[in-house]
């Protein structure tokens, strides 16, 4: 089955700076990408995903960079805010539309310093 | 976006009792839904898909009969977690794709702890 690895699983940065968190997935049939951000005790809340016909995709201060070839995917999030504080997870998947289960790494607690 | 519903958002229950947990899609027929549990500062990891109308396929690892998975309507799918014990205590997601979709769309989540 699927095995996605996410890395770093702690990253911590001042507020303004940039952050990047990667993944790598193992199964060449995944084809759609998700990110989501998640706060303790909530449900995730999807940031940005991106589909494998497709190489780069943003929305305002966050974007993602997929690489089919490599198998590897990364978020990066810009002028990063207190707020942007939480646990992001990458995730991958296949199959017929309305029927895919996810896949999701192991997640990456990002703290941002105010 | 669609909404899924799931209930109850907490429960604590006593060893050996069994919980029921509901997820609801609220705007969108759903003939798939899946249940993810997440132990404290871990991912979420898959334990079975919920079929409507037919039996549920587990994750490996996960024991069919004591997480019972019932698809019977096209909007409600439900996980009762049989004879829990405290290694159960978790939080425990559903989540449905709309037909023809790609963006899973979750419950609240149930947050379960067994005394």
């Known amino acids: 089955g699927e095995n996605v690895e996410q890395h770093p699983s702690t990253l911590s940065v001042q507020e303004g700076d940039s952050a990047v968190i990667k993944c790598t997935y193992s199964?060449?049939?995944?084809?759609?990408f998700p990110w989501y951000k998640q706060e303790l005790g909530k449900r995730p809340q999807l940031i940005i995903d991106i589909r494998s016909n497709v190489g780069e995709k943003k929305d305002q201060r966050i974007a993602v960079t997929l690489n089919k070839t490599a198998k590897h995917f990364s978020l990066h999030i810009t002028e990063t805010q207190p707020e942007d504080s939480a646990v992001y997870f990458c995730a991958a998947s296949k199959g017929d539309t309305g029927r895919r289960a996810l896949t999701f790494g192991s997640g990456t607690r990002l703290q941002v310093q105010p | 976006g669609a909404v899924v519903s799931q209930h109850p958002s907490w429960v604590i229950c006593k060893s050996g009792t069994s919980v029921k947990i509901e997820c609801r899609s609220l705007?969108?027929?759903?003939?798939?839904m899946f249940w993810y549990r997440q132990f404290p500062k871990q991912s979420l990891m898959l334990m079975a898909t919920?079929?409507?109308?037919?039996?549920?396929?587990?994750e490996q690892g996960v024991e069919k009969d004591k997480f019972l998975i019932n698809h019977a309507s096209l909007t409600l799918s439900t996980l009762t977690v049989t004879s829990a014990h405290p290694e159960d205590s978790s939080f425990y997601i559903c989540s449905a794709t709309r037909a023809g979709g790609l963006e899973a769309f979750f419950g609240q989540g149930t947050r379960l702890t067994v005394v």
């Open positions: 705007d969108f027929q759903a003939t798939t």
């Open positions: 199964d060449s049939a995944s084809n759609y």
């Open positions: 919920s079929n409507e109308g037919s039996k549920a396929t587990y």
